[in-house]
């Protein structure tokens, strides 16, 4: 038995879309806000499948953390409209990079990996920003902005996985439990 240890539907969606059986469980641990982008997405991870493998014995838990850099700058999910405009705004006309730390936890064994995928914004107007944050399609993503939503019109180019600017790296998730002897996938 398989459990997501995450509340975000975009990773549901992502699992179900391969054909994963699973049960999911949002964990409430305390996330780390400090250290390199790398760092922290894979703690992140790490901290949010231990929790929940911590009462749920011979089940295998898959935690992830998704996070936006600059270089090692971090944004995480803004805290209001205002913080997702100043964000967008530091976006817009550059590349950055997106993190997701990925965790598997079975019993006391565990398994992390992480992906980054670089990520070209198109130079946006102040109107574009503020009509953009007004949506509310922001709020609960890393970097104030969703590839697979409205935003999806400001990217110009990505360099590496898509599923892992959505929430989860679904090939590194894959090999990772292919390495822990875990069936992600029923296979024939
Ligand atoms: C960059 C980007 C992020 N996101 C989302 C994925 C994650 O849900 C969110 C980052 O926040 P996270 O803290 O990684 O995850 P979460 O709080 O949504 O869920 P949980 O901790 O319970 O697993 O940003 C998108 O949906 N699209 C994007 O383009």
Redesign the pocket.
């Known amino acids: 038995m398989i459990i997501?240890?995450?509340?975000?539907?975009?990773?549901r969606e992502l699992l179900t879309q391969i054909g994963c059986e699973f049960i999911f469980e949002?964990?409430e641990t305390e996330?780390v806000k400090t250290g390199s982008p790398k760092k922290l997405?894979c703690e992140?991870a790490l901290l949010?499948a231990g929790q929940i493998a911590a009462t749920h014995k011979d089940m295998w838990v898959i935690?992830?953390?998704?996070?936006?850099a600059i270089g090692e700058e971090v944004y995480?999910?803004p805290a209001d409209e205002a913080d997702a405009i100043s964000m967008l705004r530091k976006l817009s006309g550059r590349s950055h990079q997106?993190y997701?730390g990925i965790a598997l936890v079975y019993n006391d064994k565990y398994w992390q990996d992480f992906s980054v995928t670089e990520?070209e914004m198109a130079v946006l107007t102040e109107k574009e920003i503020e009509r953009y944050a007004a949506s509310g399609e922001s709020l609960?993503?890393?970097?104030s902005?969703?590839?697979?939503?409205k935003?999806a019109v400001f990217i110009k180019k990505i360099d590496g996985s898509y599923s892992n600017?959505?929430?989860l790296p679904l090939h590194k998730l894959y090999a990772l439990c292919k390495k822990a002897g875990c069936n992600l996938i029923e296979e024939n």
């Open positions: 997501l240890a995450s509340a975000s539907p975009r990773r949002p964990s996330e997405v992140n949010k935690g992830a953390d998704t996070v936006v995480g999910k997106v997701t990520v609960d993503k890393a970097g902005y969703a590839i697979q939503g935003s600017v959505v929430g």
